[in-house]
């Protein structure tokens, strides 16, 4: 906005106060630190219900949508302002389940200012000294907002968003581990920063989640990505999953399989890895996205189905899926179990002699319909149009492609004639897994496609 045009809008609201007070609530944007959505429990986001901008309308969680409703700026003043109104504790009375609404933004008033310990991720009102707090500790859509004692319970635990320009790094280039704490347990996630990372800037974060049987930092051998970070600049987390087996770990993937009594929620803990390594490995929130081989190719596809809103874009090796089987045709996925709030971008990797998880489906009972079948399921997700277009890439691999999907997405496959079970390109051996191609490198081609997408 040009600077007189500024000064008529500003002059033209001047003359419509009438009291000292009708002064301050001009509601001029303050200095933004940060602007996007804040989440809470359940990956819910702080919402403004029914995007209302009258004085006193709920604040309350929401599925995340993307809308302005959810669009909060955090200010360098204390406010957090979003459709132009601020946060406010209802005439800042400080007793345990006073509702926290929307209001006109008055300079100077204390029932609108907000402290974020970032140590304990809450949202702190100085003047109450009360904590934001989602009423019942429910995650349902319309649950209102309060303030409550802080207690260090879920429901009060919440992440701001980022500012994407600069933070400070507290783990050095290299390969090393990094722990995250969830649920009151300390969980060791190896990690890898690139020999270019400038310490105060924000990088992406590729997850990359290991097969059955296997650990972290055995996917971070076997999937070779050490030098693809370095050449591209992003970030790698490689945890382990949540259920011991064999040598290693599988994956609790929902919906598939039954789950031991009391496993972990590998869901919500890859939602707390990226909310640790945000401030810890100074990730940028908006440029996460991940790949996973076999049955992390599994967990990380399920994730995309249940929190869109927290990874940009997927790249499964030899394990693609969208949902469970479906009970009453195994052939097919279960369009039930993967209904995501957004488009999703995909590119996936898949041998077709892979003895593992069939290229044509059957195999385990974890595993059923095709992998065609779940790329189909992802075009329908996406809105992709047409059918998809087939190019030889190389003498043994096709890409298929359905292109021009909702919002720019895309959904990828390179399938592999002569390809096992195994990760295109990388030098590393999986014995008993058949061949492993190098006509391709899954590496280099997933984050080509990555650096299209962003949330």
């Given at each position: 906005m040009k600077a007189?045009?500024?000064?008529?809008?500003?002059?033209?609201?001047?003359?419509?106060?009438?009291?000292?007070?009708a002064a301050l609530v001009l509601a001029l944007p303050a200095t933004a630190a940060a602007a996007g959505p804040i989440t809470g429990l359940a990956g819910k986001c702080v919402d403004i219900a029914g995007a209302n901008t009258a004085n006193g309308t709920q604040v309350q969680l929401w599925t995340c949508n993307g809308s302005g409703a959810q669009q909060w700026t955090v200010g360098s003043d204390g406010t957090i302002r979003a459709l132009g109104k601020c946060l406010d504790v209802d005439g800042g009375i400080n007793a345990n389940g006073t509702k926290v609404h929307l209001w006109d933004c008055i300079a100077g008033n204390t029932h609108q200012q907000w402290t974020y310990n970032a140590a304990a991720r809450e949202l702190v009102n100085p003047e109450t000294s009360k904590c934001l707090d989602a009423t019942g500790q429910s995650g349902a859509d319309g649950t209102r907002l309060q303030i409550w004692t802080c207690n260090g319970q879920t429901n009060q635990k919440w992440t701001l968003p980022s500012d994407s320009s600069t933070c400070t790094r507290t783990v050095g280039a290299g390969e090393s581990t990094v722990q995250v704490t969830f649920n009151g347990t300390r969980y060791p996630v190896a990690v890898y920063v690139?020999?270019?990372?400038?310490?105060?800037?924000r990088l992406p974060l590729v997850l990359n989640l290991h097969g059955t049987s296997s650990t972290g930092s055995g996917q971070l051998w076997y999937s070779n990505m050490k030098p693809a970070a370095d050449a591209g600049r992003f970030l790698v987390a490689a945890p382990s999953g949540a259920i011991p087996n064999g040598s290693g770990y599988a994956w609790n993937v929902p919906g598939v399989g039954t789950s031991p009594v009391g496993a972990r929620d590998d869901v919500a803990f890859l939602g707390a890895i990226i909310d640790a390594l945000t401030t810890t490995l100074c990730i940028?929130?908006?440029?996460?996205?991940?790949t996973g081989y076999s049955g992390g190719g599994r967990m990380l596809s399920a994730y995309a189905c249940l929190r869109p809103d927290r990874i940009a874009a997927i790249a499964p090796v030899a394990g693609l899926r969208a949902g469970r089987p479906d009970p009453s045709n195994t052939s097919r996925p279960d369009p039930a179990s993967c209904q995501p709030a957004r488009p999703v971008p995909v590119i996936a990797f898949h041998g077709q002699q892979d003895n593992t998880n069939p290229y044509g489906g059957g195999g385990s009972a974890l595993w059923q319909y095709s992998v065609p079948a779940a790329q189909q399921r992802?075009?329908?997700?996406?809105?992709?149009?047409?059918?998809?277009?087939?190019?030889?890439v190389s003498a043994h691999v096709s890409r298929i492609a359905y292109q021009f999907c909702r919002?720019?997405?895309?959904i990828v496959l390179y399938a592999v004639s002569d390809g096992g079970h195994t990760w295109p390109g990388t030098p590393n051996p999986s014995l008993g897994n058949g061949n492993t191609t190098r006509e391709i490198d899954a590496n280099a081609l997933m984050w080509q496609f990555f650096q299209q997408y962003q949330l």
């Open positions: 007189t045009a500024w000064r008529r809008r500003v002059l033209a609201a001047l003359t419509l106060i009438t009291s000292p007070l690139p020999s270019t990372a400038q310490p105060p800037v940028d929130p908006a440029r996460v996205y991940g992802w075009a329908a997700i996406d809105g992709c149009p047409g059918s998809p277009a087939t190019t030889q919002n720019g997405t895309a």
